[in-house]
């Protein structure tokens, strides 16, 4: 059984960074997807980033492509996702996912299993 169990969010000013964590449990095939989702208030779910478990390649969206980073550490079976130059707009829920074969996913059916959500808040 997938599990993803997501830490980090807060508040942070715009310009500033922020890096969530999520450890993984249960997947089996290193080139099984693992990805980054976001929500804002009133809008859809949306990809933002992507990367084989176990490392590889990865996929971001354009609106976080040169701002964010997705990463692994192994030995700690952790997708991290480092987020700079954040501007207001990068306020949302932030949701970790897990999309077996899917690669990468960008849109909220290409997930299979979702962590609990972690808010992020940028200020003017």
């Known amino acids: 059984r997938i599990q993803l169990m997501e830490a980090g969010g807060g508040s942070v000013q715009a310009g500033g960074s922020l890096t969530l964590s999520c450890v993984v449990s249960g997947i089996t095939y290193t080139s099984d997807c693992v990805g980054w989702f976001r929500q804002a208030p009133g809008s859809g779910r949306e990809a933002i980033a992507s990367?084989?478990?176990?490392?590889?390649?990865?996929w971001y969206a354009r609106s976080v492509n040169r701002r964010f980073t997705i990463s692994q550490v192994n030995a700690k079976d952790t997708s991290y996702l480092q987020m700079t130059l954040m501007v207001p707009n990068d306020t949302a829920m932030y949701y970790c996912a897990y999309g077996g074969g899917n690669w990468p996913m960008k849109r909220p059916d290409d997930s299979m299993y979702w962590g609990q959500g972690a808010q992020v808040a940028v200020s003017e």
């Open positions: 990367q084989y478990w176990r490392g590889g390649g990865t």
